[in-house]
């Protein structure tokens, strides 16, 4: 009898509702603790929705970074490549506005405007795209770790950044900010969710991503050409980090190009989510976990914003009560192997 229940819980949508009421769990507890910590300057309705808007910007970047990650790869040039990115598509999309107005066109118009959004949206998904394939390229041609190869790629995108932006920030024209503010930015953050939910669940590329997750011996054993959908997976998340561009820069209004390693900072935040997506996956709701992650993340850091606690503490504090949640949302089988 239990154990019929425990199979249940597994395959059912039981097994669901749990992941959900753990995750619905989290994010109340660590509302909680800060809450009651400073009443009056956290957690009030309108904060909630400042920091789901915050969330909003590394969920996309995470459901994307998760093909890679859950193939058991990882990628280290992620800050990079929202860096250049966002640059890219500022400066396409500042090119093409100021071109509509050249050629004849009204300022401020409709058809500037539109021009303008889709300039940025496909320069930073474009260039997101390319960086990935460039990963994914070099990881399988180069057949060394991939961190070792992002990290050697990630100074390169940052020198190119810094190329691309003229040695200056790039401000975003503050009629193309519309992607950081509510509706537009839940608005294209819920249609990424939904192309990344649709290839993960419903596509060969996300059959076979789980597939050399699990076990890259066996699927290279049954046809599956593992080297391709490696790539197709950094080509994904770079895609969606693009996506997280055009997010970050119409939310802060600008970008700064910065060397020497200094956008790994950015890493942080989408990987942390990511984790949250693999301990849920048993779940079955791995992206939906991302999101959840996400605002965990955020609400525990303008936690210690409204402590006003050092920058340092927050990050050794937060670091740690991530390791915490994931910790104990992940069990690990006896016997099982922890890589």
């Keep these: 009898m239990g154990k019929t229940i425990e199979n249940t819980e597994k395959k059912g949508l039981s097994g669901q509702a749990r992941g959900y009421a753990i995750l619905i769990f989290l994010v109340f ?3 909680l603790i800060f809450k009651l910590i400073t009443p009056h300057n956290f957690g009030s309705p309108e904060d909630l929705v400042k920091y789901l808007q915050a969330s909003l910007m590394a969920t996309v970047g995470a459901i994307g970074f998760y093909f890679v990650l859950v193939m058991g790869m990882f990628d280290f040039s992620i800050g990079a490549n929202i860096m ?4 890219v598509g500022c400066v396409f999309a500042t090119r093409v506005m100021e071109n ?3 050629s004849g066109g009204v300022e401020g118009s409709a058809g500037q405007l539109a021009g303008g959004y889709v300039a940025l949206v496909a320069g930073c998904v474009i260039t997101g795209a390319l960086v990935g394939l460039i990963n994914g390229l070099f990881y399988v041609t180069l057949r060394i770790p991939s961190m070792i190869v992002t990290t050697g790629l990630a100074l390169i995108y940052e020198s190119l950044a810094s190329y691309f932006a003229g040695g200056k920030s790039q401000v975003l024209p503050a009629t193309l900010r519309g992607l950081g503010r509510i509706p537009g930015n839940i608005i294209l953050a819920a249609v990424a ?3 990344a939910y649709f290839i993960l669940n419903y596509t060969k590329v996300g059959t076979y991503t789980y597939a050399i997750g699990s076990n890259e011996f066996v699927a290279k054993n049954m046809g599956i050409k593992v080297n391709k959908y490696k790539v197709i997976a950094f080509v994904i998340s770079g895609a969606f980090l693009g996506i997280m561009a055009a997010l970050t ?3 802060s209004s600008s970008m700064l190009a910065e060397t020497g390693m200094a956008s790994m900072s950015r890493n942080f935040v989408p990987t942390m989510g990511c984790f949250f997506g693999t301990a849920f996956k048993k779940y079955g709701i791995p992206l939906q976990a991302i999101v959840f992650g996400e605002l965990v993340i955020n609400i525990i850091f ?3 914003i409204a402590m006003g606690a050092p920058t340092a503490i927050q990050d050794v504090i937060t670091g740690l009560a991530l390791l915490i949640i994931i910790t104990v949302t992940t069990k690990v089988a006896k016997g099982e192997i922890v890589k």
Excluded: K, T
Aim: proline share 0%; charged share 0%.
């Design 100 to 102: 509509f107005v050249a």
């Design 249 to 251: 820069i119409s939310y």
């Design 302 to 304: 303008f936690g210690f």
């Design 84 to 87: 250049l990115s966002a640059i």
């Design 29 to 31: 507890l660590s509302w």
């Design 193 to 195: 969710f939904i192309i």
